[in-house]
């Protein structure tokens, strides 16, 4: 079965450095200072479509100063590369131990995909990536289309993972199976509306759904 796993909120726990760079970056651009809730429910959309969402009134001369410095404070606050959920590491080697395949499709840029993936030294684990930046933003299905396409697998012989609605919801306009994961940015109870086959409260959990049981 192919894995097709969200990255922030999914994979990488960062939210809060998402929350805190967006918030800086609006006081820089002269426009309202969110609160984590509101800024962390656009988490996983492409840039583009999540300043759109939260700043409806702003130009977009304005969204367009507010994503340069955006991206300035994503890179001032590197350091140390974020950290992975508990877990990551050893479930993605067991299922590809047991024949699945990986891929991940993001809200995130190619460039900071890529980097993020270079600094841990795992990009021969992923078969297949989209990024927003290279095809429609979620909840379009295009970037799952695209990866179905290039890994030759059906809707049906793979799986979404994800911590938002964006996520399963790009899963269920191709009849794909979805699981969604608590421990995101969006509540359990908002991820229910997709049907997902099951809600993880840790991401080792993906082990105990019967098609990816090693």
Known sequence: MLVILDWD???????ERIVQCMQRASERAGLPVL????IGNIIG???PEALVA???EAGSDQRERMRAYYSEEWLAAR???LPLFD???PTLDRLLGAGHQLAVATGKSRRGLDRELGERGLHDLFRSSRCADETASKPHPRMLQEILRETGCRPEDAVMVGDTVYDLEMAAALDM??????YGVHE????????PRVIIDHFSELLCWPPLVP
């Open 54 to 56: 939260l700043f409806p």
């Open 87 to 89: 877990g990551v590491l």
């Open 45 to 47: 959309l492409g840039l």
């Open 188 to 195: 359990p109870d908002r991820l229910q509306a997709w049907k």
């Open 79 to 81: 350091g140390e590369p």
């Open 9 to 15: 909120g999914t994979v990488c726990n960062s939210a």
């Open 35 to 38: 609160e984590p809730a509101a």
């Open 177 to 182: 199976p979805s699981i969604g994961v608590s």
